[in-house]
């Protein structure tokens, strides 16, 4: 239900933007609250990048603060990260996710889901 691109290989220095889109298919989409942006480098754990509510309120790491802009276009259900002045550490698999109600037929549900990743390269 989340589809997330954008990710690729570029040198340090260089910005990438990714996207994350929530489409229900056969589940229709009620309302998207929180989305968020999530890494993990190989052999590290997964860790928090940034997120921005519904509102608009926004919230990033340390690490990405001044570098990266995570925005979301309510109307196509998409959320964006904005990559600037990459570094190598950078590198790792980018995971989005986003808090949804939905209902698929008479059931209604709520919970976080996640896409399925893209994997941001940054060469020194």
């Known amino acids: 239900q989340l589809q997330a691109s954008g990710g690729g290989s570029v040198q340090t220095g260089g910005s990438l933007v990714l996207s994350c889109t929530a489409s229900?298919?056969?589940?229709?989409?009620?309302?998207?609250?929180?989305m968020a942006w999530y890494r993990q480098a190989p052999g590290k754990e997964r860790e928090f990048v940034a997120t921005?509510?519904?509102?608009?309120?926004?919230d990033y790491a340390d690490f990405v603060k001044g570098r990266f802009t995570i925005s979301r276009d309510n109307a196509k259900n998409t959320v964006y990260l904005q990559m600037n002045s990459l570094k190598p550490e950078d590198t790792a698999v980018y995971y989005c996710?986003?808090?949804?109600?939905?209902?698929?037929?008479?059931?209604?549900?709520?919970?976080?889901?996640w896409g399925q990743g893209t994997l941001v390269t940054v060469s020194s």
């Open positions: 996710n986003a808090d949804m109600s939905t209902m698929e037929g008479s059931d209604w549900s709520e919970g976080r889901y």
């Open positions: 229900g298919g056969h589940i229709r989409i009620i309302r998207i609250g929180t």
């Open positions: 921005i509510a519904w509102s608009g309120n926004i």
